[in-house]
């Protein structure tokens, strides 16, 4: 287990394979680009401290989290990417917009990882207020992008 993680709660990192030679695709939307920033560069350093290896990391913005699916498709239809990270923070605005990124990405990634039979991570935010976000992206709660990053290595056993 790694040390940085070891007081992670949501799940386990024992026995993790070896991804010394997977490929990721990291696509991160540019809303919210503090947020996502932080999150993303969670994601590389813990695929990095997992021992993928930096050639293997493959970054792609794309404008905003609605956009994550197409880009998520583009990536996993590549023979040489085993698991797509997707980033992005959607912040509840005063209207319902939020509601449909939100549903529309989730869905858009399951569809993508089941069709391309890869693992493709949820590593969105869905907060209510930006307080929440910067939270969870390197704040008091952790950092989810490194939560996302272990998800898809822990996604690459099966
Ligand atoms: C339009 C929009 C709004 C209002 N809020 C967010 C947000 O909080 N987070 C995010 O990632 N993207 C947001 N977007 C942009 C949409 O995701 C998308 O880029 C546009 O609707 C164009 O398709």
């Not at 993303?40 to 813990?46: C, F, H, W």
């Not at 939270?135 to 990053?149: F, L, Q, S």
Request: glycine share 6%.
């Amino acid at each position: 287990m790694s040390s940085a993680h070891k007081n992670l709660s949501i799940f386990s990192t024992d026995n993790l394979p070896d991804i010394s030679e997977k490929r990721f695709a990291l696509v991160v939307a540019e809303w919210n680009e503090q947020v996502t920033e932080a999150l993303a560069q969670g994601a590389a350093k813990t695929l990095l401290e997992y021992g993928a290896k930096p050639e293997n990391i493959v970054r792609a913005n794309v404008p905003g989290s609605y956009e994550l699916t197409f880009a998520a498709q583009k990536m996993a239809q590549k023979n040489d990417i085993d698991a797509v990270i997707c980033i992005g923070c959607v912040i509840q605005g005063e209207t319902k917009h939020n509601d449909y990124i939100n549903h529309a990405v989730a869905q858009g990634l399951t569809n993508v990882s089941l069709k391309y039979d890869k693992p493709v991570i949820f590593g969105v935010l869905t907060p209510n207020t930006e307080q929440q976000a910067l939270d969870r992206a390197g704040g008091i709660h952790g950092n989810k992008g490194d939560e996302a990053a272990i998800t898809a290595v822990k996604m690459l056993a099966f």
